[in-house]
């Protein structure tokens, strides 16, 4: 009896640590949607999260993504053209490749994966209040 009340009360705790982090419950689509101006189109960022999810995790594929977007963003690059995307992406894994955390690549261009990440979702937030 009170194994059971001890794993119904860790169940509910990981049930909610998964509601406050609504990153973590992230999808596809999701990405889809939150890159598509990056990518150029719905087409181009399907193909983009596709590509990189046969590689990584969703949430590796999210912070790669966010932080290509935050460094072309810096230099000014709003709508990039698939090479400077594909130049912007592929030196930030080949940084991942040799074996840098995220925020260690965040900071070696000036960037903070958490503003970045706090920036997305109150973005994501205003727009669904917009709809």
């Known amino acids: ?37 990056l990518a150029g189109s719905a087409e181009n960022a399907k193909s983009l999260v596709t590509g990189l999810a046969q590689k990584m995790a969703l949430g590796n594929v999210d912070n790669a993504l966010a932080l290509t977007q935050a460094s072309l963003e810096k230099r000014g690059i709003v709508h990039p053209t698939p090479e400077q995307l594909k130049v912007a992406l592929t030196a930030l894994l080949d940084q991942r490749a040799a074996g840098e955390g995220w925020g260690e690549i965040a900071h070696s261009l000036g960037l903070s994966l958490g503003e970045i990440k706090d920036a997305q979702d109150w973005r994501e937030r205003t727009e669904g209040m917009q709809e």
Do not use: C, E, H, W
């Not at 001890?6 to 949607?33: D, E, I, R, Y």
């Open 1 to 37: 009896m009170v194994v059971m009340r001890v794993q119904g009360t860790f169940l509910a705790a990981l049930a909610a640590m998964a509601l406050s982090f609504p990153a973590l419950a992230q999808s596809s689509q999701q990405l889809v949607k939150r890159y598509t101006q």
